[in-house]
């Protein structure tokens, strides 16, 4: 509480934002759970009261989502009421949203060794040979995004088989791109 934020979400809820930790790191706190600051005899009630809860990550592989749920502590999680969650609760974040970088462009359309389907990608730095990430494509193709405009390297394949392509010296063939929104989306 009234430590200096940045860039509430849009629920505009307090004690959200962007803020630096303890540590000088910066964080990010989507949504938190506060206590009333009642008293109750009753230690069940007195953990509701204090703001005590549960968390679950439903992953959908599919969708390549994960929606981040906080239920109060005394809540019927089947009973399909709103209010079981805390304020700003639930929330779904796509995958490709969550790296924590901004883009800078795109590499040419990669594809896969014939026959190898959601194919593992790997896109390095080609002067260190430095992993930059790597995923798991949907199909057999995928367009690597990248951080800087020096030349890289993509192999996309199987890792069971040891079955990949490789292409070398790729650079950004689509300019300068917008960083994908990463928060409360």
Known sequence: MGQ??????????PNTGEYLDGFGHPTYVYAVGNPQGSHDNDRYKMAE???SGFGLVRLDPEQRTYACEAYRFLCDVKDGNKNNQFPGWPLTIKQMDNYGRARRGLLPRCTAPE?????????RTESTGELVYAIRAHGNDFVPFVFDDTPHTVEIGDPE???WNVVKGLRIEQGLIPAP???GA
């Open 4 to 13: 200096p934020h940045d860039h509430r979400p849009e629920h505009n809820l």
């Open 49 to 51: 009261l204090r703001a």
């Open 115 to 123: 026959g190898v389907i959601n194919p593992v990608v790997r896109v």
């Open 161 to 163: 088989t040891d079955r």
């Open 181 to 183: 929104a990463t928060r």
